[in-house]
Structures are given as C-alpha cells and as structure tokens.
Nanobody, 119 residues
Framework: QVQLVESGGGLVQPGGSLRLSCAAS????????MGWYRQAPGKQRELVAV???????NYADSVKGRFTISRDNAKNTVYLQMNSLKPEDTAVYYC?????????????WGKGTLVTVSS
C-alpha cells in the first residue's frame, strides 16, 4: 500500500502565500507523475499542477505565473508553492501520485488539505 500525506494548508489573506507538501510512503518502486488537484465547494475536482519524473510540468491556466510545483525524488515528495493567492483559490487541495509498485502502476490520492483565502 501507498500513503500520501499532505501538509501546509490553512487560512491566508488575499495576495499571500502558502506552500503545500505531500510525502508518499509505502510500497514504492518509482513514481511517475505527482500532482495537485483542488475541489471548491459545489465544483468538480480540477487539475492545478502536475510534474512528471523527468521534471516536466503542466499548470492550469488559472494558476500559471502564481503557483510553482516541484518535487524531491529522493524523498518521494511534491511541493506546491502558491503566491499571490486569490479568494477563488479557496478549495481542498489533493495530492495525487502515479506509483509503480509490485501491482504495477496505480493511482493514489491524499486525504486533502484545506486552503482558505480570505480577508
């Protein structure tokens, strides 16, 4: 089994910054893609940013230029630096990983961390 544990959410004022972290542990041979998704109240879960093992990244248009995704392969950890936060960034942020383990490639999700942007 694989566990993803997120941290770093909280309450921040508009224009502020937060850094999310997500550490993967368990039965892991390697991790292909790691990413962040978010779900706001009443809305569907959406991709925020993803980074693959080679370092290529992809961002939602709404966060380009404000958010930066990075990963530490040695620690099986992915980060999301969020700057210039807006109220519309308020959501539960979920970590995702595509993990190669003895069962093959499988998708795993964290439990989510709440980010609230409000004055």
């Amino acid at each position: 089994q694989v566990q993803l544990v997120e941290s770093g959410g909280g309450l921040v004022q508009p224009g502020g910054s937060l850094r999310l972290s997500c550490a993967a542990s368990g039965s892991i041979f390697s991790i292909n893609a790691m990413g962040w998704y978010r779900q706001a109240p009443g809305k569907q879960r959406e991709l925020v940013a993803v980074i693959i093992s080679g370092g290529s990244t992809n961002y939602a248009d709404s966060v380009k230029g404000r958010f930066t995704i990075s990963r530490d392969n040695a620690k099986n950890t992915v980060y999301l630096q969020m700057n210039s936060l807006k109220p519309e960034d308020t959501a539960v942020y979920y970590c995702h990983a595509e993990v190669l383990n003895p069962e093959g490639y499988m998708d795993y999700w964290g439990k989510g961390t709440l980010v609230t942007v409000s004055s």
